[in-house]
């Protein structure tokens, strides 16, 4: 059974390697004007998609790291 975060975190990497393969490509130059446009618009929303997630996953560190928050962590002392 996978997690929530786990889903989460396949969703980014599989999100950004379509957008890897989109970028290689484009590159090649083999593709005509209308398909280097599709390929664009599918690589903007991926790029949208990814910064979300990022977003997302930064919001749940600093409300982890929230040391004002009951159920924040703790740093850890060696004592």
């Known amino acids: 059974m996978t997690s929530k975060n786990d889903k989460l975190a396949n969703d980014f990497e599989s999100s950004l390697e379509e957008l890897e393969k989109l970028v290689v490509q484009m590159e090649s130059g083999d593709l ?45 002392t060696d004592e």
């Open 32 to 76: 005509s004007l209308d398909e280097s446009l599709t390929q664009f618009q599918q690589g903007v929303a991926l790029t949208r998609h990814c910064q979300q997630l990022l977003e997302n996953a930064k919001q749940t560190v600093e409300k982890l790291l929230d040391i004002n928050a009951e159920d924040s962590a703790v740093p850890f």
